[in-house]
């Protein structure tokens, strides 16, 4: 059954209901009304009775009730005529007669106020008797009222749970089989019948029908992505040892070029000229540059693999950093950079590997000195805030545009002002996973130009050194 026609069906069995007590509520005051009315009889009644106690007691005319009037009036002219006749002659046979006929005036006063009163009572016990009648009756119809319109709206809920729950309860059982990822059931449908719980259903259908299709393509994709993590994870293990591999291989060599070249320099080969002289200085830089280059490929190959295990031990930040300041000290200076320091005078204490967070400060110092314009400045900071403490190089270089701030700490990425005989792109990544395996973190600000401003954040140690 449609909802609407369900609602409108509903609608008129109220109306008819509600009529229906509404008679019986009228009946009932009609019979109530009829009582009132028969007030006026009941007046009169207490009117006959109150005189007829003042005639038997005083022989008053005070509150005659009309219904004896003209009983009264025949009286006071028989009373008026005995009194005449007593003023002429009170020992005639006349006088005798009229004080007969008064005498038994008033006694058939009292006769007839004493039968209208029993009269009445009669006719009021009578109608009593008829208005408890009409009462039951209306008390009846009333009860059959109440009746007809507790059964009547009862079947109504009966037919509208039987309408309604039925089809409620196949779609909760059907949400039970979808809970289940159980998407191939379906809901029966009527296809003759075309109300909005049928409707529902076939748009429940279709709901079950795209779900069953996301689910599958879900399914699909979670395989490939198990199958792609796998194949990057057995990549980067794959990676990782061979850098490893090539780092062994490549030291070796390296570390013999530089050797070699010093003990050239040195004048243990023979005397060499000035050109020869630059020509290993230069043979020297390079196989630096490349044996740190190799050190960087194999720290971040066993970070990306996990295996960049720091042991931390607490030690106080303010000498460690000025140590580090000093290592690389003769660098600045070369670059004609003033060099400055501010440090906190509280005894800030973190935990570190010393000598992976020297790696992150020389890195951090060495990149302020070779984007610094000659004659700049490079000042390092040392501050605490809260349980932080922050280490923070500031130069007045180059500095860094937005979108390469975006990118900076990504693997190999280098910025507009990358400088091709220095690095690849290692450095600051890794500087910032070695930063984060400390439990901190590492922060840029610059403006192009401007020179930058590079924090290193460390949680502060309540452990002593």
């Known amino acids: 059954m449609s909802f609407k026609l369900l609602k409108n069906f509903v609608l008129i069995v109220y109306l008819a209901l509600g009529s229906l007590f509404l008679y019986m509520q009228y009946s009932e005051l009609e019979v109530l009304k009829s009582g009132v009315a028969d007030n006026g009889g009941l007046k009169e009644y207490h009117d006959l009775k109150n005189f007829e106690k003042r005639w038997a007691e005083e022989g008053s005319f005070e509150g005659v009730p009309s219904s004896i009037k003209g009983d009264i009036q025949e009286y006071e002219f028989l009373v008026l005529t005995l009194k005449e006749q007593q003023a002429f002659d009170d020992a005639s046979e006349e006088f005798f007669l009229i004080q007969k006929s008064v005498s038994e005036k008033k006694n058939s006063i009292s ?12 006719s009021h016990v009578e109608q009593e008797g008829q208005k408890i009648e009409s009462l039951l009756l209306a008390g009846e119809k009333r009860f059959l009222g109440f009746l007809t319109f507790f059964l009547g709206f009862g079947a109504l809920l009966i037919f509208l749970i039987r309408s309604v729950r039925k089809p409620l309860d196949e779609m909760a059982e059907a949400m039970r089989e979808v809970r289940k990822e159980n998407f191939t059931y379906s809901l029966p449908i009527d296809e003759e019948r075309s109300d909005e719980l049928t409707q529902l259903k076939r748009d429940f259908n279709i709901m079950i029908r795209k779900l069953e299709i996301l689910h599958r393509r879900t399914e699909e994709n979670r395989e490939q992505l198990e199958h792609d993590a796998k194949q990057l994870k057995e990549s980067v293990v794959s990676k990782t040892r061979f850098i490893r591999h090539l780092g062994h291989e490549l030291r070796s060599p390296l570390a013999a070029i530089s050797s070699f070249s010093e003990l050239m320099l ?45 042991k931390l031990e607490p030690k106080e930040l303010k000498p460690f950093c000025e140590e580090v300041l000093e290592s690389v000290k003769i660098e600045a200076e070369k670059g004609g950079l003033k060099v400055s320091t501010i440090f906190d005078d509280e005894v800030m204490i973190c935990e570190i590997h010393e000598i992976r967070f020297r790696q992150v400060l020389v890195n951090l110092i060495s990149n302020a000195i070779k984007f610094s314009k000659q004659g700049g400045k490079l000042e390092l900071r040392v501050l605490r805030k809260g349980d932080l403490a922050f280490v923070e190089i500031e130069d007045d270089g180059v500095g860094i545009s937005l979108a390469d701030q975006r990118n900076i700490f990504m693997e190999f990425h280098q910025g507009e002002t990358f400088q091709k005989d220095r690095g690849a792109g290692l450095g600051l990544h890794l500087s910032r996973q070695i930063a984060r395996l400390h439990g901190g973190d590492i922060t840029v600000i610059s403006e192009q130009g401007k020179g930058s401003v590079f924090r290193v954040q460390l949680p502060l140690s309540k452990e002593k050194v």
């Open 111 to 122: 006769d007839i106020v004493h039968n209208k009163m029993l009269s009445y009572v009669e």
């Open 266 to 310: 040195e004048g243990m080969h023979g005397d060499i000229t000035v050109k020869q002289e630059a020509s290993l200085q230069r043979i020297m830089s390079n196989a630096q540059n490349l044996l740190d280059l190799v050190n960087d490929l194999v720290d971040q190959a066993k970070a990306e693999a996990g295996s960049l295990e720091l």
